[in-house]
């Protein structure tokens, strides 16, 4: 009796060859289910004679593993087929994607303004942003009373030390410094980086900013070569016929110094609420490196002069992206960031 059961079920199995997942659910409760046949026929076995039990538990437990066979090949055929599906995903589906990052607008300024001066061979340094008194200010002829040095404009960290007070660098210029202590003319070098003071934040100020300073130092550098220089940068940067113009300014490591303007990139010199109509705005400091900066750093000033610049990336990048709010630099607000996609290459 059982033993017909068994051929006969056996020759079902066989048979059963599709891979559709409600059919095969169908055939696991038929023949593996809790109330399926394997567990019936395991129950009429408890009831047959010893003798018949002997033949018959080898056949009752091939024809078990056949079943469980039949269904897991099967199951594995048919998730195959639908991508996976029974295996917990579906490979069918369209993929998720990822969204491409996009570069902060500083960094793409940064990168913009150092690519125009690699043309001109100048390389790219870096230092500290925790510097010492004597790379900040001393050796940059600040004088002892300048209200730089001052801890409501500065952020001092501590007091004394063998270079000075430590505090977080109020400017790139430090770097000249670093550079020139280290080596001799010619120098010709970018230095980005951050920089900070002890201002209250606002949509105008912030306690940190990022600066780029320039210096080029050699035998018979002239006025005439930072003006060339920095009319090529404004050229490259903001697009031919870009006016320049230099006004007298003062900083203790330059003389003599100035200022630099160029036309408005929004009017182009007609007057706008970003120029407060004058048609012009400020971009950067610069001038001749002081010959007390160059001998504070051993070198000859008697044979070597040069340049010095420095300009602030948020402004740059203020006036190519007409951002109003400095602090949007560095809130990290996605909605803000994404617009920069189309800049990224
Ligand atoms: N260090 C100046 C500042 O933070 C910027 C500057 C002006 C740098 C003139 C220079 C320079 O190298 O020559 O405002």
Redesign the pocket.
Known sequence: MLQEKITQYTAEINAFTTTNADELEQFRIKFLGTKGIIKDIFDEFKAVSPEEKRTLGKVLNEFKQLAEAKYQSLKEEGGQDQGGKDAGMDLTLPGEGFEVGARHPLALVRREIVEIFNKLGFSVAEGPEIEDDWHNFSALNFPEEHPARDMQDTFFIKKGGEKGDIALR??T?SV?VRMMEHGQPPFRALMPGRVYRNEAISARAHCFFH?I??LYVDEKVSFADLKQTLFYFVQELYGEGTKVRFRPSY?P??EP?AEMDISCTICKGDGCQLCKHSGWVEIL???MVDPNVLENCGIDSKKYSGF???MGIERIANLKFEIKDLRLFSENDVRFLKQFKSALI
Do not use: L, V
């Open positions: 109020t400017h210029s000249q600066q300073e320039g900083f490591f330059t110094s400091g610069c001038g010095a610049f420095g």
